[in-house]
Structure formats: structure tokens, C-alpha cells
T-cell receptor, first 116, second 114 residues
Framework: AQTVTQSQPEMSVQEAETVTLSCTYD???????LFWYKQPPSRQMILVIR??????QNATENRFSVNFQKAAKSFSLKISDSQLGDAAMYFC?????????????FGKGTKLSVKP | DTGVSQNPRHKITKRGQNVTFRCDPI?????LYWYRQTLGQGPEFLTY????????KSRLLSDRFSAERPKGSFSTLEIQRTEQGDSAMYLC????????????FGQGTRLTVV
């Protein structure tokens, strides 16, 4: 069974600083995607960044980048130049091709606070 | 199109009552997913549809739960004889079948069973 572990229930960062959120996962499959989703309070979950497992190059989306370590099954999210609007729950998730087709597997989330 | 829409946003019901939630996906999306999110947890998959066909159901979807997507557009999720353990946020998401890794989520329906 696939599992996703986020070991940091809460994190805090000063505005304009950099923060890294951790995620590890477990799968025996070779074809999968990894995601970071952001869920602001009372708002819908939105995709922050996506990484295809067969790609060695780490994905980057503006201030958001990942450190994908396939052998270690680690997928951390780095937020640079943190902004107040980055405060939210962040969920790491996997999607396995050939597995349950509807099944994004989510971690328990990390609550990020941004201090002005 | 304004994205995935869910109604109601909040629902409070007494234990034992039936409730129904609605999800309107992004119009051209043929896949629709339901997830449940309890406090302190990430979303957990319940079921998904491709067009009007319900293709997969999680073991979390007990026989008190039923989901439909009669015309391949909007979907409903009904919970019969609600229990306090059903209290959760129910999330809907949609995607194109060929782009299942690009799912868009609605704001969810928060159910409280008292």
C-alpha cells in the first residue's frame, strides 16, 4: 500500500524568508507523480507543484521548488521569499499509474504560518 | 467556468438523518472524484466517476453512502442514517480522463452531525 508521511504538523517562517516542508512516501511502483497541494483556510485545495517520478530534474514553479530524492523516497517543498498569502495547510500527495485511478494518496498535512 | 462548485458549503444535521451534497465539476471534465477529509487528516478517496459510470469505490464508502452522476455532469453524494463519525469535509474534484493528474478541487461541504 502507498503511504505518504509529513513529519512536520506545523511550521513557521518569517515573511521573505525560506522554508522547507518535508515529505516521504512509500511505493513499490515505478510510474507515479508527486504533488504539493495548498489548502488555505475555508478555500479550495490548489495544486502548487507537480513532479513526475521518471524526471530527475526537480520541478520549479516561481517561488516554489522541490527536492526530489527518488532513492530515498523523499519529496520536500521549498518556498522562497515567503509571503503572507503562503499561510495555509500544505499536503503532499502521490498518484500511482496503474493503481487506483482516482486515488490521490495524501499525507496529513503541514500547517504553515507566515510571520510579518 | 468558475471551477468546481459544491453545495451546500456547510450542513448541520441530526444523527440518523439523511443528507445529500452536490458537486458541479468544470464543464468539460469527464472525471469526477469524491474525497473525505476529517480534522487533522489529509483527504481520503471515496469514489470516482468517468462520465456517468462509477468506476471505483473505496472501502471507506460504506453502504450508507451512495454517489451518482446520472448525466455525466453534476454528481450527488448521499449519506443515509448519518452518524457522528460522518462529520467531515467532503471534497469534490474533477479532471479530464487523459489528464487525471491535473485535478481541480471544489471548496468542499463541511458536514457536522450532532
Amino acid at each position: 500500500a502507498q503511504t505518504v508521511t509529513q513529519s512536520q504538523p506545523e511550521m513557521s517562517v518569517q515573511e521573505a524568508e525560506t522554508v522547507t516542508l518535508s515529505c516521504t512516501y512509500d511505493t513499490s511502483e515505478s510510474d507515479y507523480y508527486l504533488f504539493w497541494y495548498k489548502q488555505p483556510p475555508s478555500r479550495q485545495m490548489i495544486l502548487v507543484i507537480r513532479q513526475e517520478a521518471y524526471k530527475q530534474q526537480n520541478a520549479t514553479e516561481n517561488r516554489f521548488s522541490v527536492n526530489f530524492q527518488k532513492a530515498a523516497k523523499s519529496f520536500s517543498l521549498k518556498i522562497s521569499d515567503s509571503q503572507l498569502g503562503d499561510a495555509a495547510m500544505y499536503f503532499c500527495a502521490t498518484f500511482i499509474y496503474g493503481g487506483s485511478q482516482g486515488n490521490l494518496i495524501f499525507g496529513k498535512g503541514t500547517k504553515l504560518s507566515v510571520k510579518p | 467556468d468558475t471551477g468546481v462548485s459544491q453545495n451546500p458549503r456547510h450542513k448541520i444535521t441530526k444523527r440518523g438523518q439523511n443528507v445529500t451534497f452536490r458537486c458541479d465539476p468544470i464543464s468539460e471534465h469527464n472525471r469526477l472524484y469524491w474525497y473525505r477529509q476529517t480534522l487533522g487528516q489529509g483527504p481520503e478517496f471515496l469514489t470516482y466517476f468517468q462520465n456517468e459510470a462509477q468506476l471505483e469505490k473505496s472501502r471507506l464508502l460504506s453502504d450508507r453512502f451512495s454517489a451518482e452522476r446520472p448525466k455525466g455532469s453534476f454528481s450527488t453524494l448521499e449519506i443515509q442514517r448519518t452518524e457522528q463519525g460522518d462529520s467531515a469535509m467532503y471534497l469534490c474534484a474533477s479532471s479530464l480522463a487523459l489528464k487525471e493528474t491535473e485535478a481541480f478541487f471544489g471548496q468542499g461541504t463541511r458536514l457536522t452531525v450532532v
